[in-house]
Antibody, heavy 118, light 106 residues
Framework: QVQLVQSGAEVKKPGASVKVSCKASGYTFTSYDINWVRQATGQGLEWMGWMKPNSGNTGYAQKFQGRVTMTRDTSITTAYMELSSLTSEDTAVYYC???????????WGQGTLVTVSS | SYELTQPPSVSVSPGQTASITCSGDKLGDKYACWYQQKPGQSPVLVIYQDAKRPSGIPERFSGSNSGNTATLTISGTQAMDEADYYCQAWDRSTVVFGGGTKLTVL
């Protein structure tokens, strides 16, 4: 079955970077885009960007341009999201999600809590 | 930038029909989808391509999208349907989520 398994919780200091992984299984990794979405406690869903695993092409939300990098390693069917220059406002649960052909997110990872605190 | 607007909360009695709206400029020209999220869980896709249900989603969930409004309808609402619901659409290679609607079944 299709699964997206994310890396564990992280605690970072302000100004640091965090890299979250998303291990895909149960389907052809290069056939579906991976998107990243975050959610601060008690808040709504916030889209961060997409990545095409077959080419490595990416597209980022304007808010995160220059601060986010999405990559992948096709040999281990894993996608990564790295966010730099962290502030307390980046404290959130970060999700990876597999996009369907019409842009819906039919599969989600379990989420990774990133806490930014001094 | 493109925006999707949802009511913050909707209440419904068990067994009744709940409707959650999502408004955006010419939203009917785009595909809308809907997610259900329960506390502490990842979102779950309940409607895609405006009105299609993924495998495993009960038939009581339905969707429509026309003009400026997409609507998620839950017929015969059950206590287990109490959750946050988010609409989503694409606008010029960018994903937009609505602010979310808390559905209370009481």
């Amino acid at each position: 079955q299709v699964q997206l398994v994310q890396s564990g919780a992280e605690v970072k200091k302000p100004g640091a970077s965090v890299k979250v992984s998303c291990k895909a299984s149960g389907y052809t990794f290069t056939s579906y885009d991976i998107n990243w979405v975050r959610q601060a406690t008690g808040q709504g869903l916030e889209w961060m960007g997409w990545m095409k695993p077959n080419s490595g092409n990416t597209g980022y939300a304007q808010k995160f341009q220059g601060r986010v990098t999405m990559t992948r390693d096709t040999s281990i069917t894993t996608a990564y999201m790295e966010l730099s220059s962290l502030t307390s406002e980046d404290t959130a649960v970060y999700y990876c999600a597999r996009a369907g052909t019409d842009g819906d997110f039919g599969r989600w990872g379990q989420g990774t809590l990133v806490t930014v605190s001094s | 930038s493109y925006e999707l607007t949802q009511p913050p909360s909707v209440s419904v009695s068990p067994g009744q029909t709940a409707s959650i709206t999502c408004s955006g400029d010419k939203l009917g020209d785009k595909y809308a989808c809907w997610y259900q999220q329960k506390p502490g869980q990842s979102p779950v896709l309940v409607i895609y391509q405006d009105a299609k249900r993924p495998s495993g989603i009960p038939e009581r969930f339905s969707g429509s999208n026309s003009g400026n409004t997409a609507t998620l309808t839950i017929s015969g609402t059950q206590a287990m349907d109490e959750a946050d619901y988010y609409c989503q659409a694409w606008d010029r290679s960018t994903v937009v989520f609505g602010g979310g609607t808390k559905l209370t079944v009481l």
